[in-house]
C-alpha cells in the first residue's frame, strides 16, 4: 500500500532554510508526478509545489516561487523540498502526495514553524 514519510520540519527563524524529505514506497515511484502541499492553522491544505515523474517541469505556488526548490531522487524514492528565505506565513504541515490527484492516503506530514 502507499506510504509516505515526511520529515526534515523544524523551528527555524524568519530568513532561515530547511530541506524536507519525503521517502515513498508501496508504487511506482518514478512513475508518478510528485509535489508538496501544506495545511496552515486554520486553512485548507494547499499544493505547494510539484515535479513531474522524471524530473523537470517542477512548478510553484506564486508565494513560495524564488524561494524553494522541489526534487527528486528516483532511486531513493525520495522527493525533497528545499525552502530558503522562510517566513512566517510558511507555517504548516507539509505533506508530500502524487501531483495533481493525491493518493487516498496521506502522510503524518512535518511541522514547519517560522518564528522569532
Known amino acids: 500500500q502507499v506510504q509516505l514519510v515526511e520529515s526534515g520540519g523544524g523551528l527555524v527563524q524568519p530568513g532561515g532554510s530547511l530541506r524536507l524529505s519525503c521517502a515513498a514506497s508501496?508504487?511506482?515511484?518514478?512513475?508518478?508526478?510528485m509535489a508538496w502541499y501544506r495545511r496552515a492553522p486554520g486553512k485548507e491544505r494547499e499544493w505547494v509545489a510539484r515535479?513531474?515523474?522524471?524530473?523537470?517541469?517542477?512548478t510553484y505556488v506564486d508565494s513560495v516561487k524564488g524561494r524553494f526548490t522541489i526534487s527528486r531522487d528516483n532511486a531513493m524514492s525520495t522527493v525533497y523540498l528545499q525552502m530558503n528565505s522562510l517566513k512566517p506565513e510558511d507555517t504548516a504541515v507539509y505533506y508530500c502526495?502524487?501531483?495533481?490527484?493525491?493518493?487516498?492516503?496521506w502522510g503524518q506530514g512535518t511541522q514547519v514553524t517560522v518564528s522569532s
Open positions: 502526495n502524487r501531483a495533481l490527484a493525491p493518493y487516498n492516503y
Open positions: 508501496g508504487f511506482t515511484f518514478s512513475s508518478v508526478p
Open positions: 515535479i513531474w515523474n522524471h524530473g523537470g517541469g517542477e
